[in-house]
């Protein structure tokens, strides 16, 4: 078993109870023990899109940490609390509620390159301990900014919105660009606003970089916009490659785990590097490489690849001036990749 089981997370679960389940259906189907970890953190009082991989795709999980997001959330307008979720206690009020065209108009001030400050409650590290360990202890909490991307954000069509993206790479005026995906609309926000209605609450979606944080982008909207707010609804639509239409629930694995058809539901190895080309290599270079050793004379342009033989994914690799160095070498079988 080598290879990506994508989970539709529930509300409620932690990213390695995630994992723990797998293991658990694994267990239960008489599989071989198997290395599992999951590609990115989920909270858990968000759902959606977690990527486990099991195997030799363990190797790839951080690549997962790096890769692009996609989120639909939904803001509450009045309301700060001190974790900028439902979890917290509230901590700032306000009277203030925005209508859908003052929440487009700031929407492009958050798209591009962009600086924020992550939540207080937040597993980043401040002298050697998480910060949400030191907040809960009740000490001051001072982190630094750091620099995401948000590379589109637009509320539901559905309310009368659309995607946004910076201009020439993030200089300039925003444009309207093709959305990711199409966000659906949430039941949240009820039925569409009428001109010039006050929002209570707005669901909206985002393609994001690596470390942005969703809670702290929601807050900032919301200051943006004159008030307070917090998340009361965050779903993962898209973690890199793998999206919500190959994703499974909890109980159709435990189901599978059961009936010994976990296989039917796993995805390739491969499936966790559908952005970079592949590389493919005759038997002898296929084990020189597997050596460590460098190969020569590749005619391909400078980059990352996926270098296989016979559809058996050999390693990825990195091209440089033609020589081809190994990144990460796969431990399979030659005869078929799953075996």
Partial sequence: MHGWLILDKPLGLGSTQ??????????QGGYAKAKVGHGGTLDPLATGVLPIA???????????????????FTIRFGVQTDTLDLEGADIALSDVRPTLAQVEAVLPRFTGPIAQVPPNYSALKV???RAYDLARAGEVVVLASRDVTIHALYSSPVRGGGPFAPANGGGGAPQAVTPVETPLHHPANGPPPRAGEELGEV???AHVSKGTYIRSLARDIALALGT??????????????????????????????????LEHLLLPLRAGLDDIPALALDPDQAGALRQGRVLAGFAVDDGLRFACMDDVPVALVEVRDGNVHIVRGFNLAMSKENE
């Fill in 18 to 27: 995630g994992v723990s389940a797998v293991k658990r259906a694994l267990r």
């Fill in 54 to 72: 099991i195997g030799e795709a363990t190797k790839l999980a951080g690549r997962m940490l790096d890769s692009d997001k996609v989120y639909e």
């Fill in 127 to 129: 002298d050697g301990k």
């Fill in 203 to 205: 669901t909206l979606t």
């Fill in 228 to 261: 307070v707010g917090h998340v009361t609804m965050l779903r993962r639509t898209r973690a890199g490659a793998f999206d919500l239409s190959g994703a499974i629930s909890l109980d159709k694995l435990a189901e599978a785990g059961m009936a010994r058809g």
